[in-house]
């Protein structure tokens, strides 16, 4: 899953609360039994993994409602360590191993909506709150865990078809749960969270083709590598020409008309929670802008978005000016 796989500091994996589901006190206690300073620590953590793992989804998050923001924050602390876990640059550990604790992962978000939770995980913790609170439904976050699977499991698409799976799994399952952590006035919101998680995967996938390439990972479908005459092994040594160029011009306006289809859903969401939206959907859409910028180079080059036009962003969008859609 391509999700930002830049390795976090081992301070943030506290003994205990390493995604492997390794260490803690196997204890599991009711989430409602858990002090006010065990659950304020336990979204601490989870702010420290935002704030570290995405500074744009951060930046994103500060502008909800602080008990959404928490939320969030735990949201996304769940997915970066299923993303972890599933990492193949990480600890070498081979695809039974790695299909096992997805499997003791699950286990454990089983766990969470029952109520029952081991206090000593922070994460589990912030999750499993969460959960309850917001009356999570379970099938978009036991999807999410079937496509960290996908990713132990196969390593090539042929089709859009399958890849729109892969990231309906990993991408549009997460914006389905937001949805109902920040509110939204019309179930049409769904559908619009299911095309901007399409969007977003798509971003991931074109930002990492070099870091993916390197771990034999290739999520371009291949029946469009064919149709632009751009061959796999080309992909894998990092080659850019021209008929790259053609083929990235292809992917980044298929994500964009993504990000426009979906535009039109913020406003069915909770009007206190808009902005958030606006603002991290239009930060990640800047990265399809630096991907041309930078010649289309994701081999030797990572696109991001620099701090100043994050600011500006943000900025814009506070002033009361507006974002407009990608594109």
């Known amino acids: ?124 913790v912030a999750l499993a709150h969460t959960f309850a609170r917001y009356k999570v439904p379970q099938a978009p976050v036991f999807e999410l865990l079937e496509g960290m699977r996908m990713d132990l499991t196969r390593s090539r698409y042929a089709s859009f078809e399958e890849l729109e799976l892969y990231c309906y799994r990993v991408a549009s399952t997460v914006g389905l749960v937001m949805c109902e952590i920040i509110g939204y006035t019309d179930k049409r919101a769904l559908h619009y969270a299911v095309k901007l998680g399409m969007a977003m995967q798509l971003t991931n996938i074109l930002r990492d083709v070099g870091e993916d390439a390197r771990i034999g990972r290739v999520y371009l479908p291949q029946e469009e590598l064919r149709r632009f005459g751009y061959r796999e092994e080309d992909l894998l040594a990092g080659v850019s020409n021209d008929r790259w160029r053609e083929l990235l011009r292809f992917q980044i306006e298929r994500a964009r008309q993504y990000y426009r289809a979906a535009w039109p859903g913020i406003d069915l969401l909770d009007p206190a929670c808009r902005n958030s939206i606006r603002v991290a959907a239009r930060l990640y859409s800047l990265i399809l802008d630096q991907i041309e910028r930078n010649d289309y180079d994701v081999f030797t080059r990572r696109a991001y978005v620099p701090l100043p036009q994050k600011l500006l962003c943000l900025a814009k969008q506070l002033a009361g000016k507006g974002l407009q859609a990608p594109g």
């Open 1 to 124: 899953m391509t999700t930002t796989r830049r390795n976090l500091d081992k301070k943030l994996w506290p003994e205990g609360a390493k995604p492997s589901g390794q260490g803690g006190t196997g204890e599991s206690r009711p989430v409602e039994s858990l002090s006010p300073a065990q659950l304020e620590a336990a979204f601490r953590y989870c702010q420290r993994v935002t704030r570290r793992g995405s500074r744009s989804f951060y930046l994103g998050s500060r502008l909800l409602p602080p008990d959404k923001r928490r939320a969030v924050w735990a949201l996304y602390t769940f997915c970066r360590s299923s993303d972890d876990m599933v990492d193949l640059e990480q600890d070498g550990l081979a695809t039974e191993a790695r299909l096992a604790q997805v499997s003791e992962w699950e286990r454990q978000v089983r766990d969470c909506f029952a109520g029952q939770v081991d206090s000593s995980r922070p994460a589990m």
